[in-house]
Nanobody
Framework: QVQLVESGGGLVQAGGSLRLSCAASGLTFSMYNMGWFRQAPGKEREFVAG????????NYADSVKGRFTVSRDNTKNTVYLQMHNLQPEDTAVYYC??????????????????WGQGTQVTASS
């Protein structure tokens, strides 16, 4: 049974930082590209960042470039999202997701087979 469990969300003031973690189990972690998505109330779930299986390639949504960093530790079956300079528009539920089928780490929801339950991130002004 595949499980992705996010943690590290919370409430911060604008300009603050948080580090999200996603612990994976029930799969061979190193065979999966990993992604982070977010969904704000009343909005579509959107891609935030992704990291390839071997950590050689990452990609980011334009809205988070320069502020967020995705990384992974295959020895711990964990992917991270370090977030700096959080703004109210970053407020959302953040989800991690796993994709085995794509050659490169993608940004489309349909590419990801497994999803976590999400963790709330709130940045107050």
């Amino acid at each position: 049974q595949v499980q992705l469990v996010e943690s590290g969300g919370g409430l911060v003031q604008a300009g603050g930082s948080l580090r999200l973690s996603c612990a994976a189990s029930g799969l061979t972690f190193s065979m999966y590209n990993m992604g982070w998505f977010r969904q704000a109330p009343g909005k579509e779930r959107e891609f935030v960042a992704g990291m390839s299986r071997d950590s050689t390639s990452g990609n980011y949504a334009d809205s988070v470039k320069g502020r967020f960093t995705v990384s992974r530790d295959n020895t711990k079956n964990t992917v991270y999202l370090q977030m700096h300079n959080l703004q109210p528009e970053d407020t959302a539920v953040y989800y991690c997701a796993a994709d085995r089928g794509s050659q490169r780490v993608g940004s489309r929801r349909y590419q990801f087979e497994y999803w976590g339950q999400g963790t709330q991130v709130t940045a107050s002004s």
